[in-house]
């Protein structure tokens, strides 16, 4: 199996405090990799790395067969983020229509062909075509989300990273958003690197997984061993303290 | 130190928020009632837009500028409470009700020390304890929630302390108010797994120590099954489920509640052979328009088993299922 992201002793400082402190993994091609671990854990600046967006301190991080010298706008073209805030990835002073034509001057797209796709998107998406002349303030929460995500794969990437995809949605609307993800992956066969610290959703969704502390790894390896049997003290007491739903197995 | 009331039976009557919008009035409770005894934790569960946090807002008198509390009542024992009037809801606040916001850097004042959040709780309370004593009942009631270096912290800022740590202030500042009433809204929803667990546990111990009453507005059910006795369920500001958790979590007795449930993502979930198999449950639909109420059943666009009467005829509360106090608002309750 290819690899899709290696990244080989990653250190990220700032100042003398290591965000990120010697991380070391591969995300085989067209899988699902999730990374999970608390707030300050430095997984927001890793991915920001993979994204060409953060200087490593030290250490390398290889995406597929791209030169490492290679500029971020051809990075942009393999791969793309959607953030944990999508309302503030989106420019506040352009419509959703104008946010999406700096795709096509990223890919040399003619207007017409850009504006097909685009709607082809929007079904897809289950979008109302309305939204595309809304600025991001007049969008819901998953919405925004879900053009955020049309954005992304508008550059038809070959790996998506997802950072918090599902935090701030309710859950009545969150499943939306990742059976949409599960899609890709099966459709298209996306690389998908998923952080986030909701443990339930990455153990389903993952199918490699790395638990991150203080900007090291702790722990890595299959999401079933991973989430069901940690090899870690800490690994194990972050799944104890998630709150369960005792009720949910009678349930289903 | 011992509470300078007794305990005593809460209840919220036919509580409704209006707020005055470009689009016209928003109604964004309606008739909201409850009852709970004394030292019970109700959960008040809801998505966004269902008006959780307003009516905890509503209690206190804390609406925005342009919301109108129309109708309501909070009954404590044998004192009843015109939520309506802001002269009684600015007497509660500190009072007989404290709150506990989801961020307690936001509620906490930048510009004053720890010590300034204590010792205004203890200015403002009816059986004063003599400004000598201040000093160490502040440090010990920082103590209690378990912060360490208590004395330290008394000077420190907000700022200076970590989320959980805030949270931990905001709740020695309940355990200080002594209020027969704590609302506390989704005090944990910025806080990490483990800092979550622990926070949940000094505000049951909270409830322990003084004997409150707990309103724990949330979206988490999980949070609720796992720390809550009771749990009231509200869908577009109106209360459609309320019951004790043990019993709706696993009889749900509305179909909004079964929903909900079956979409919450569970850490120990049965988990298909290949990852990029496994789907999640959602909710189709969208949230009726808070500007005009659709007739009949509240959730009926959205409801798999919407049937003849949901169309016209507004749900009563029938019984949830064979336990007292069980309510649920749907026809096929009727049904039996």
């Given at each position: 199996?290819?690899?899709?992201?290696?990244?080989?002793?990653?250190?990220?400082?700032?100042?003398?405090?290591?965000?990120?402190?010697?991380?070391?993994?591969?995300?085989?091609?067209?899988?699902?990799?999730?990374?999970?671990?608390?707030?300050?854990?430095?997984?927001?600046?890793?991915?920001?790395?993979?994204?060409?967006?953060?200087?490593?301190?030290?250490?390398?991080?290889?995406?597929?067969?791209?030169?490492?010298?290679?500029?971020?706008?051809?990075?942009?073209?393999?791969?793309?983020?959607?953030?944990?805030?999508?309302?503030?990835?989106?420019?506040?002073?352009?419509?959703?229509?104008?946010?999406?034509?700096?795709?096509?001057?990223?890919?040399?797209?003619?207007?017409?062909?850009?504006?097909?796709?685009?709607?082809?998107?929007?079904?897809?998406?289950?979008?109302?075509?309305?939204?595309?002349?809304?600025?991001?303030?007049?969008?819901?929460?998953?919405?925004?989300?879900?053009?955020?995500?049309?954005?992304?794969?508008?550059?038809?990437?070959?790996?998506?990273?997802?950072?918090?995809?599902?935090?701030?949605?309710?859950?009545?609307?969150?499943?939306?958003?990742?059976?949409?993800?599960?899609?890709?992956?099966?459709?298209?066969?996306?690389?998908?690197?998923?952080?986030?610290?909701?443990?339930?959703?990455?153990?389903?969704?993952?199918?490699?997984?790395?638990?991150?502390?203080?900007?090291?790894?702790?722990?890595?390896?299959?999401?079933?061993?991973?989430?069901?049997?940690?090899?870690?003290?800490?690994?194990?007491?972050?799944?104890?303290?998630?709150?369960?739903?005792?009720?949910?197995?009678?349930?289903? | 130190?011992?509470?300078?009331?007794?305990?005593?039976?809460?209840?919220?009557?036919?509580?409704?928020?209006?707020?005055?919008?470009?689009?016209?009035?928003?109604?964004?409770?309606?008739?909201?009632?409850?009852?709970?005894?004394?030292?019970?934790?109700?959960?008040?569960?809801?998505?966004?837009?269902?008006?959780?946090?307003?009516?905890?807002?509503?209690?206190?008198?804390?609406?925005?500028?342009?919301?109108?509390?129309?109708?309501?009542?909070?009954?404590?024992?044998?004192?009843?409470?015109?939520?309506?009037?802001?002269?009684?809801?600015?007497?509660?606040r500190g009072g007989r009700v404290a709150m506990i916001f989801q961020d307690p850097l936001s509620s906490l004042n930048p510009v004053f020390s720890i010590r300034s959040h204590l010792y205004e709780i203890l200015r403002r309370l009816p059986s004063a304890e003599s400004a000598g004593s201040w000093p160490i009942v502040a440090e010990t009631a920082l103590a209690s929630v378990g912060i360490d270096h208590p004395r330290q912290r008394l000077d420190q800022y907000p700022h200076e302390l970590?989320?959980?740590?805030?949270?931990?202030?905001?709740?020695?500042?309940?355990?200080?108010?002594?209020?027969?009433?704590?609302?506390?809204?989704?005090?944990?929803?910025?806080?990490?797994?483990?800092?979550?667990?622990?926070?949940?546990?000094?505000?049951?111990?909270?409830?322990?120590?003084?004997?409150?009453?707990?309103?724990?507005?949330?979206?988490?059910?999980?949070?609720?099954?796992?720390?809550?006795?009771?749990?009231?369920?509200?869908?577009?500001?109106?209360?459609?489920?309320?019951?004790?958790?043990?019993?709706?979590?696993?009889?749900?007795?509305?179909?909004?509640?079964?929903?909900?449930?079956?979409?919450?993502?569970?850490?120990?979930?049965?988990?298909?052979?290949?990852?990029?198999?496994?789907?999640?449950?959602?909710?189709?639909?969208?949230?009726?328009?808070?500007?005009?109420?659709?007739?009949?059943?509240?959730?009926?666009?959205?409801?798999?088993?919407?049937?003849?009467?949901?169309?016209?005829?507004?749900?009563?509360?029938?019984?949830?299922?064979?336990?007292?106090?069980?309510?649920?608002?749907?026809?096929?309750?009727?049904?039996?």
């Open positions: 199996m290819s690899v899709a992201v290696e990244i080989t002793d990653a250190v990220v400082r700032f100042g003398e405090l290591p965000a990120v402190n010697g991380v070391t993994f591969a995300v085989p091609e067209g899988s699902c990799f999730g990374v999970v671990g608390e707030s300050g854990s430095g997984k927001t600046t890793l991915m920001r790395a993979i994204l060409g967006l953060q200087r490593l301190t030290t250490g390398a991080i290889a995406v597929s067969n791209l030169d490492k010298n290679a500029h971020v706008r051809q990075r942009a073209r393999l791969i793309q983020a959607i953030f944990q805030d999508p309302a503030s990835s989106l420019s506040p002073r352009r419509s959703i229509r104008q946010s999406l034509a700096e795709v096509g001057e990223l890919l040399d797209e003619p207007n017409d062909s850009l504006a097909n796709r685009i709607s082809v998107m929007l079904r897809r998406l289950g979008l109302s075509s309305s939204v595309i002349d809304k600025y991001p303030y007049q969008l819901s929460g998953g919405q925004a989300r879900r053009v955020a995500l049309l954005r992304a794969l508008l550059v038809k990437p070959r790996i998506l990273i997802a950072d918090e995809p599902t935090a701030g949605l309710d859950v009545s609307i969150q499943g939306d958003m990742l059976n949409l993800l599960q899609e890709l992956r099966r459709d298209q066969n996306l690389t998908l690197i998923v952080v986030s610290h909701n443990l339930a959703v990455v153990r389903l969704v993952a199918d490699y997984a790395a638990v991150m502390f203080r900007g090291k790894l702790v722990e890595q390896g299959l999401a079933e061993n991973v989430f069901d049997a940690p090899s870690t003290n800490y690994m194990r007491q972050l799944l104890q303290a998630w709150p369960r739903l005792h009720a949910h197995a009678s349930l289903s | 130190m011992k509470p300078p009331w007794t305990r005593s039976r809460i209840a919220i009557e036919d509580l409704s928020v209006d707020f005055a919008t470009p689009a016209g009035i928003a109604h964004v409770v309606r008739n909201f009632s409850m009852e709970a005894e004394s030292g019970r934790i109700v959960g008040i569960v809801g998505e966004s837009g269902s008006g959780k946090s307003t009516l905890g807002l509503a209690i206190l008198g804390l609406l925005a500028a342009n919301g109108r509390t129309r109708s309501g009542a909070l009954i404590i024992g044998d004192q009843r409470y015109d939520l309506t009037r802001t002269d009684v809801t600015a007497k509660l970590s989320g959980g740590m805030r949270q931990r202030v905001a709740i020695a500042m309940a355990l200080l108010a002594r209020p027969q009433l704590l609302i506390a809204d989704e005090p944990t929803t910025a806080l990490d797994v483990t800092i979550e667990a622990q926070v949940m546990k000094e505000i049951r111990k909270l409830r322990d120590t003084i004997g409150c009453t707990i309103l724990f507005i949330t979206h988490s059910l999980g949070l609720v099954a796992q720390h809550c006795d009771d749990i009231a369920v509200l869908y577009a500001g109106e209360k459609i489920e309320h019951g004790r958790v043990s019993t709706v979590a696993v009889v749900p007795g509305h179909p909004y509640t079964s929903a909900l449930l079956a979409c919450e993502v569970s850490i120990d979930q049965q988990r298909g052979p290949a990852a990029r198999e496994n789907r999640f449950r959602v909710i189709p639909g969208e949230l009726p328009d808070p500007h005009h109420r659709p007739n009949g059943c509240i959730f009926k666009s959205r409801c798999e088993f919407a049937f003849e009467p949901c169309a016209d005829i507004i749900p009563p509360d029938y019984p949830g299922s064979g336990e007292p106090g069980h309510k649920a608002r749907c026809h096929l309750r009727a049904l039996g």
